[in-house]
């Protein structure tokens, strides 16, 4: 149960207030009887406005995917690239939360709730991204250089976390964790470093890992990660 105000806002027809002033106009009736504020109703009720049932509450979905390279991040691509949309067929139209690049790959999340995807997405939300970034060119002070806190945009970037994974040959894997969305931050991050990107995929973003998630499939959240990013499931 709860409050009848909260239900019908919940539903998308107007705010808590409007809705507490259509009750005391006598506009809303629970059952067949005439609501008064401060009653309450729970979804299995009969409510209606103005004599018509409430619009359905929009499910709300949350999920990851684990993005391939040669996709853009947007829902349609007036160049006829594929797009992330093609991959996620959960029944229901979801938004990407955030961004990866064409030649990016790795964690990506959805959903087609707004308000969490903009609070993930807020610059005071201090949301951290880990990446694993494969480069060529690296010398011994590369870490070092990549550890800068250097200025993008006209804004200087937090310390970034550099650990080096492995060096084989010509390539250098490091594990780097930021805590802005810059315009592709890892890729000029590396220019700046004197590195050469060969491949970037992000593994971790806030609490919500990869994990074993094949490539180009995608999976839901589960009650624990969403509650992890603040969401009550």
């Known amino acids: 149960m709860e409050r009848l105000q909260k239900l019908i806002a919940s539903c998308g027809l107007c705010s808590r207030r409007t809705a507490e002033q259509w009750i005391s106009?006598?506009?809303?009736?629970?059952?067949?009887?005439?609501?008064?504020?401060?009653?309450?109703?729970?979804?299995?009720?009969?409510?209606?406005?103005?004599?018509?049932?409430?619009?359905?509450?929009?499910?709300?979905?949350?999920l990851m995917l684990n993005k391939p390279r040669g996709y853009v991040t947007t829902m349609s691509d007036e160049r006829g690239r594929p797009t992330v949309a093609e991959l996620v067929d959960c029944g229901c139209r979801v938004y990407p939360i955030g961004r990866l690049d064409y030649d990016s790959e790795g964690l990506l999340l959805f959903t087609n709730d707004g308000g969490f995807a903009n609070r993930l997405m807020h610059p005071k939300g201090d949301i951290a991204k880990t990446y694993h970034v494969t480069v060529t060119?690296?010398?011994?002070?590369?870490?070092?250089?990549?550890r800068r806190p250097i200025i993008l945009d006209g804004y200087r970037i937090k310390a970034p976390q550099v650990r080096l994974i492995r060096s084989s040959g010509q390539k250098t894997c490091f594990e780097i964790t930021i805590y802005e969305g810059r315009n592709r931050q890892i890729r000029r991050m590396c220019e700046a470093a004197h590195l050469e990107v060969r491949r970037l995929c992000r593994v971790k973003e806030g609490p919500?890992?990869?994990?074993?998630?094949?490539?180009?499939?995608?999976?839901?959240?589960?009650?624990?990660?969403?509650r992890s990013l603040g969401r009550e499931s």
């Open 208 to 226: 919500i890992s990869l994990g074993d998630l094949a490539v180009g499939k995608w999976r839901y959240l589960n009650d624990d990660e969403l």
């Open 25 to 62: 106009e006598g506009r809303v009736t629970v059952n067949g009887i005439v609501a008064s504020l401060g009653d309450s109703a729970c979804e299995t009720d009969v409510v209606l406005v103005d004599g018509n049932p409430l619009p359905r509450k929009e499910r709300f979905v949350y």
């Open 137 to 146: 060119g690296a010398s011994k002070d590369a870490e070092c250089l990549l």
